[in-house]
């Protein structure tokens, strides 16, 4: 592990919006410091059952479940918030027959102890799809569609053709 480690992000205020966003279950920013975390700044094999695969820096290989596990979610919300971050263009994943080589493409420079490492992966200006979140309607207590408040008795001896 890279002592004094420190990053060169780049990211717009669609992005910047959406990892602030504290009303939603799981918090953004912590799902983007654990793709910082695991991205690798040096080139790197990997191997796996059946399967291997050379990581350059900014890339980090991660299945949903593992993310589930570290985010303490379930693997659905895992694949929402990775898909989101793919639209938004701070990461790019591809999925392969094992696992899944995620790359985060806001993330220009890592600076260490021993000097600066460049990603190659690094997109200055992404394409930013709009992200729908979905709208939770709450509950009214009383329900918003309320019978009619006269009591039981008004009704019986209201007249019935309208004349008084």
Known sequence: MQQNLRYSITLNEAQL???????????RMK??????????PEENKVYGKNFSAVLQPGQFMASKVDLARLWECNRKTATRIIHEF??????????SNRTTIHT???LSVWFTDRGMIRSRFFVSNPEVKPIVKPVRTIKRVPPEKVADSRGFDDLATADPGGTQ
Not at 17 to 27: A, F, P, R, T, V
Not at 31 to 40: D, E, G, N, S, V
Not at 88 to 94: A, F, H, W
């Open 17 to 27: 919006d959406y990892l602030s966003d504290e009303q939603q279950e799981i918090l």
């Open 86 to 95: 793919n639209q938004l263009g701070i990461l790019r994943s591809e999925p």
């Open 31 to 40: 799902c983007f410091k654990t793709f910082l975390q695991m991205a690798i």
């Open 104 to 106: 985060l493409i806001c």
